[in-house]
């Protein structure tokens, strides 16, 4: 699939059960043939993981996935991206919120979240939980977000907690998550204060952990070289579940590679195949042309001949 915006954008996007028994991971993406909504909200896509373990993850991840794509769609002209990225955002918090209410295990539903949207080359991302954000530019494949973990909220107060490093990273309750879609209010959220410039050739990922926890940066790297977001994608997965891990969890990732776009043929007679019979026709019409002005010259005569002007 091919959105154009200033820049073409290719995409691929696959979805894996793992060794699960449950499928907990959803996705989605905006109207991308919508070009007057394209005009002022450019294209979001989105990956939610369910939380392991708690109620309803996939309801919960899929909730969030069309109530952003509902409230964003909704956006006007004279809203900004980012106020009205921000603003989805709350209602999909809110509705996995009432979600948990509703099931009577508020607290035990919840979903990570992570979105882009790209809007005439500028990237807008908003993260919540441990599913994340890449971007590839050239061989450097980049996070761009902070995942809402246990370990990371260690790491960032080192000096306080009395912990080394490596015993923040290696916590026995570093996975878990201090920040996801349904824990209520306040809300954490990584972002993006400005908007990225992108370039043509530019890769983004968004995915959840199933996928990165799986990968290694060699196996990143070589999936992510196809020029061909769908192969690239298919390659992320078989790449994933060739491990065979036995505790394998559900895999969702988006590639979205951003390719410059390439100018539009002036007239078929112009490229190679058109050549022969564009040479043809010109050859057909100047035929024609002499033909029409020798017949011309000698047509008084012949009238004249079988004495047509003596009627």
Not at 28 to 49: P, R
Not at 69 to 90: E, G, H
């Amino acid at each position: 699939m091919v959105w154009k915006i200033s820049m073409n954008i290719d995409q691929g996007c696959i979805s894996h059960i793992g060794r699960r028994k449950d499928q907990q991971d959803a996705y989605g993406f905006s109207d991308f043939e919508d070009t007057v909504f394209i005009a002022h909200g450019g294209v979001m896509a989105i990956v939610c993981d369910g939380m392991g373990g708690l109620e309803n993850g996939s309801d919960a991840a899929q909730l969030a996935v069309k109530s952003l794509l509902d409230s964003y769609m909704a956006k006007t002209p004279q809203q900004s991206i980012a106020d009205a990225l921000d603003q989805a955002i709350v209602t999909a918090n809110n509705a996995v919120v009432q979600l948990g209410l509703q099931t009577k295990n508020f607290g035990n539903v919840g979903t990570t979240l992570v979105v882009a949207i790209i809007y005439k080359d500028q990237l807008f991302w908003r993260t919540a939980g441990d599913s994340r954000i890449y971007l590839k530019r050239n061989t450097i494949l980049k996070q761009l977000n902070v995942d809402h973990s246990y370990t990371q909220e260690l790491l960032q107060n080192l000096d306080s907690n009395d912990l080394s490093e490596d015993e923040a990273i290696n916590h026995p309750n570093g996975n878990a998550l201090v920040s996801y879609l349904g824990v209520g209010e306040p809300l954490q959220i990584d972002k993006n204060e400005l908007p990225v410039n992108l370039q043509h050739d530019d890769v983004l990922l968004i995915c959840t952990d199933g996928l990165y926890n799986a990968l290694t940066a060699d196996d990143f790297e070589e999936a992510l070289a196809n020029p061909d977001a769908m192969k690239a994608a298919k390659a992320l997965q078989h790449k994933t579940l060739d491990k065979q891990l036995l505790n394998q969890d559900n895999l969702t990732g988006i590639v979205l590679r951003l390719q410059k776009k390439q100018p539009k043929k002036l007239n078929r007679f112009l490229n190679k195949k058109g050549i022969p019979f564009f040479i043809f026709s010109f050859v057909l019409i100047l035929i024609g042309y002499v033909l029409y002005v020798h017949l011309g010259y000698l047509a008084p005569k012949y009238i004249d001949l079988f004495g047509i002007n003596n009627r």
